[in-house]
């Protein structure tokens, strides 16, 4: 797999991590070539630590306070040891204001020096598994992964929305399981996400007032798919009937990017009466139409343009 650098990790947790740069470098170090194994993930960021020192050094509350308390000879050495060749980054942790002296003596040693708002294990969390999910190339997505109308559909949305239940009905249809709860993603071929489940959940899924189900033992052998491409993410999302108003009629292009693939993304408003497994089904029939190159939204466009061009013809 590619290398990591410094900047790609960044902008990848940008979102959720809400990292500021105060020191950036003319070069992007590289943080692994891509062939590291998990062990070497946590050698990668961690708390401060000056005997074996990470690439990605975090300093939240504790450290700063601890520095601070230090004399200067006994600081200027932790400086020393701390900006050492392996050194790559310093992150300040916990919305702290970067210390000047650290950061003169980073910026002196080529380090890069960021800051960020969630406290030092909040960002050493994020980070490791964000490191861990890039060198082995696979992600767990929360969700409903399904076979619909032939392609791979994640349903996605905040808890308790009724994933479960519109999986559930799916089902009733016709269509397929791969995995409830917590589908795993792989990247292999390029522009290509293929989704599995993992092995404690096959066959399984659970609906709120019924529990555990095996839908294998339910529905039959047919109704469980081992793994497929995914191809479209729908995100269910609740309206009121007053925001459901004020939907765009026309569909915005979107996107979901997961593994570094930009995946189509459907967003379908949750609301009474809606009937939410036709919907999905037509989203999937609708991809399918845009895969082979058929745009509706586009033709309707042309349609409407042709009629004003041509009132009478």
Request: negative net charge.
């Amino acid at each position: 797999m590619p290398a990591i650098t410094l900047s790609g990790l960044v902008q990848r947790v940008d979102q959720r991590l809400e990292l500021q740069w105060e020191a950036q470098l003319a070069t992007d170090p590289v943080l692994t070539d891509g062939d590291a194994g998990n062990d070497a993930i946590h050698s990668l960021v961690g708390h401060m630590n000056v005997i074996y020192p990470h690439k990605i050094q975090i300093l939240g509350q504790d450290e700063i306070t601890y520095l601070k308390a230090l004399h200067a000879a006994t600081l200027e050495d932790i400086l020393q040891r701390l900006t050492s060749h392996n050194t790559t980054a310093i992150i300040f942790a916990d919305d702290q204001a970067p210390d000047a002296r650290i950061t003169a003596s980073a910026s002196a040693s080529n380090i890069a020096v960021l800051k960020c708002r969630q406290t030092a294990d909040e960002a050493i969390e994020l980070i490791q598994q964000l490191l861990r999910d890039l060198i082995t190339n696979q992600v767990i997505v929360h969700g409903v992964f399904m076979e619909v109308i032939g392609i791979g559909v994640l349903i996605t949305g905040a808890s308790g929305i009724g994933k479960s239940e519109l999986a559930l009905e799916l089902l009733s249809r016709g269509h397929r399981l791969i995995a409830d709860d917590a589908p795993q993603f792989s990247s292999g071929a390029p522009n290509s996400v293929t989704g599995t489940c993992p092995r404690a959940l096959q066959d399984f899924m659970e609906v709120r007032g019924l529990g555990i189900l095996n839908v294998r033992a339910m529905f039959g052998d047919s109704a469980i798919k081992r793994k497929k491409d995914l191809r479209l993410v729908v995100e269910l999302q609740e309206m009121s009937d007053k925001q459901l108003a004020h939907v765009e009629r026309v569909s915005v292009s979107q996107k979901r990017n997961i593994l570094g693939v930009d995946l189509p993304l459907v967003t379908i408003p949750v609301a009474p009466g809606r009937n939410l497994a036709i919907i999905v089904e037509s989203a999937a029939r609708n991809q399918i139409l845009l895969n082979k190159g058929y745009n509706a939204a586009e033709a309707f466009s042309r349609q409407q343009r042709s009629i004003m061009e041509n009132p009478e013809s």
